[in-house]
């Protein structure tokens, strides 16, 4: 039931004008296991047929990363004017949170972690609680588990997909009134 809470939340925070693009920006690498799920889902969504406005930026094959963040983030601002983004990311928390999945207003602050200063990105957010935080963060992102990483990716990009698919359908309706 998590794809269906993240597709109706989802929903909501997308902006109903079809025209507007809609960017996701998975952000992170496949050279750190925690770090992966960016690049996992936004691999994962490019295999789903998703609206015509919504568009992909970090995948396994070219990965938005604390390197090309800033690059790239600009690339897709020229690209896309007016564009809604949602930053996706990985992030460490509290043990009783680990596999949680958030939505929140406003950007993330990728690199924040592993005190990095980067960009933040999105109009809203998506994160995904891979591992512990608080003590050898880049350690522990060395060292979390794929399989988690990669049911927390399924599972957003699910929940991605299904939101697209709200979204069709709510573009199609007439307006009554």
């Not at 936004?42 to 090309?68: M, Q, S, W």
């Amino acid at each position: 039931m998590a794809s269906f809470k993240i597709a109706n939340e989802l929903f909501f925070h997308l902006p109903m004008n079809k025209k507007r693009p809609i960017v996701f920006f998975c952000i992170g690498t496949d050279r750190s296991t925690g770090d992966s799920l960016g690049p996992l889902i936004g691999t994962l969504l490019e295999k789903r047929k998703l609206p015509p406005n919504f568009y992909i930026y970090g995948t396994l094959k070219d990965p938005v990363h604390a390197i090309n963040l800033e690059e790239r983030l600009l690339e897709a601002e020229r690209k896309y004017p007016q564009a809604f983004f949602v930053g996706i990311d990985a992030c460490l928390g509290q043990s009783q949170n680990v596999g949680s999945i958030q939505i929140k207003l406003g950007p993330v602050k990728p690199g924040a972690g592993v005190q990095k200063s980067l960009p933040p990105v999105g109009d809203i957010h998506i994160t995904g609680i891979v591992n512990i935080g608080g003590f050898m963060e880049f350690f522990v992102l060395q060292n979390t588990r794929l399989y988690l990483v990669m049911c927390l990716a399924e599972c957003i990009s699910d929940g991605i997909y299904k939101a697209g698919l709200l979204y069709e359908k709510e573009q199609e309706m007439p307006i009554i009134g």
